[in-house]
Every structure is written in structure tokens, then in C-alpha cells.
């Protein structure tokens, strides 16, 4: 059965702290790892990672795949409120279009 | 990326009834994606809807709890049928972008079934 999982499941930080979420993928067929953060009822779309191993960046977020070891790290550094949300990782099969979510990490940071 | 809108936004449903969510992306797209999540749970795919055909239901999801269709290249629909308080939750739909493997959500549908 396919299956993402992410830890922590919820994490509590203060503004100007740099945060790691991990999240690990058993994926029939991987293809590629979607990074979202969701506030309110939409996922926002962050990175999508590949088996190459590149590291996408986007201002202070950063997200690299660990290919050997089947699993992404979503990187924020200096946290502001803002980034307070959910953030949800899914893996994608090679064939078909399906997203596998994991449960998601839930940050809070606080002022 | 597309730029997708859903309604209604949020309703309040009575057990037995039944909701028609509309998805609407301003660019012609293959494919359509619906999901739910649940109070608390992560994001569940229903169902993929390509356009002229039936669409293709996850396992769990049936075609008369959850019936799809889907017109034309920019537009589709998911009912929630004969609604009971297990069905409140948030419906999203999505699509993929210009990218390969991206995939872009709507704003969602929350749905309270009382």
C-alpha cells in the first residue's frame, strides 16, 4: 500500500527560528514529491522534487529529495507568523495522476 | 499555473440531501482531480475526470454516492448524494500545471452535513 508519512506531526516554534519538516514516501512506481502549505481550505502549492536530487529554493524555503533514502525535507529559515499552516507533502506514481498525501505538519510560530 | 474557482464557497446541507460542487479553470486542462478531506485528515483523491468519459473512482469511492461529470475541457461538477454528517468535509478540486507533476488546488468547498 502506498504511504506518506511526515513528522512531526506538529511543531511549535518562534519567529526568527529555522524549522526542518521530514517527510518519508513508500510509493509503487515513484515519480516525483509535492511540498504544499495550507492555511485555510486550499493547498498552495510549494515545490515539486524529483529523483534528480536538485534542491528547489523560493525565498527562505528550500526542499531537497533524498532518493536512497525515500524521503524530502521542507527547510524554513527565519520563521515569521505567516508560516504559521499545514504543510503537506504527497508523492506521485509514474503512472496515473494520483497524489498519496501524508497527514501533514502543523507549525506554529509564535511572536 | 491555472486560476480555478469553486461554489459554493461553504453550505450547510441536511442529512439526505444531496450538493453540487462546480469547478471552473480558465484554461482547457486533460484532466480534473477531485479530493476530500475530512475534519482533522489529510487530502483523499475520489476521482480522476478526463472529458467524454466516465470518470475513473478510487477505491472506496463509488460513482452513485460521488457521480462526476465533466462537459467540456474547463469545467466540472462532483454531487455529494444522499448526504449524511460522515460527508462533511472539504472538497477540493485540482489540476495539473504547465509543468509536469505540478498540481494546483482550488479554494475548496467546506461542507457541513447537519
Known amino acids: 500500500e502506498d504511504k506518506v508519512v511526515q513528522s512531526p506531526l506538529s511543531l511549535v516554534v518562534h519567529e526568527g527560528d529555522t524549522v526542518t519538516l521530514n517527510c518519508s514516501y513508500e510509493?509503487?512506481?515513484?515519480?516525483?514529491l509535492l511540498w504544499y502549505k495550507q492555511e485555510k481550505k486550499a493547498p498552495t502549492f510549494l515545490f515539486m522534487l524529483t529523483s534528480s536530487g536538485i534542491e528547489k529554493k523560493s525565498g527562505r524555503l528550500s526542499s531537497i529529495l533524498d532518493k536512497k533514502e525515500l524521503s524530502s525535507i521542507l527547510n524554513i529559515t527565519a520563521t515569521q507568523t505567516g508560516d504559521s499552516a499545514i504543510y503537506l507533502c504527497?508523492?506521485?506514481?509514474?503512472?496515473?495522476?494520483?497524489?498519496?498525501f501524508g497527514a501533514g505538519t502543523i507549525l506554529r510560530v509564535k511572536s | 499555473s491555472a486560476v480555478i474557482s469553486q461554489k459554493p464557497s461553504r453550505d450547510i446541507c441536511q442529512r439526505g440531501t444531496s450538493l453540487t460542487i462546480q469547478c471552473q479553470v480558465d484554461?482547457?486542462?486533460?484532466?480534473m482531480f477531485w479530493y476530500r478531506q475530512q475534519p482533522g485528515q489529510s487530502l483523499t483523491l475520489i476521482a480522476t475526470a478526463n472529458q467524454g468519459s466516465e470518470a475513473t473512482y478510487e477505491s472506496g469511492f463509488v460513482i452513485d454516492k460521488f457521480p462526476i461529470s465533466r462537459p467540456n475541457l474547463t469545467f466540472s461538477t462532483l454531487t455529494v448524494s444522499n448526504m449524511s454528517p460522515e460527508d462533511s468535509s472539504i472538497y477540493l478540486c485540482?489540476?495539473?500545471?504547465?509543468?509536469?507533476?505540478?498540481?494546483?488546488f482550488g479554494p475548496g468547498t467546506r461542507l457541513t452535513v447537519l
Open positions: 510509493v509503487t512506481n515513484f515519480r516525483s
Open positions: 484554461s482547457q486542462v486533460t484532466m
Open positions: 485540482s489540476v495539473d500545471g504547465w509543468v509536469r507533476d505540478e498540481q494546483f
Open positions: 504527497a508523492g506521485r506514481m509514474e503512472y496515473g495522476n494520483k497524489l498519496v
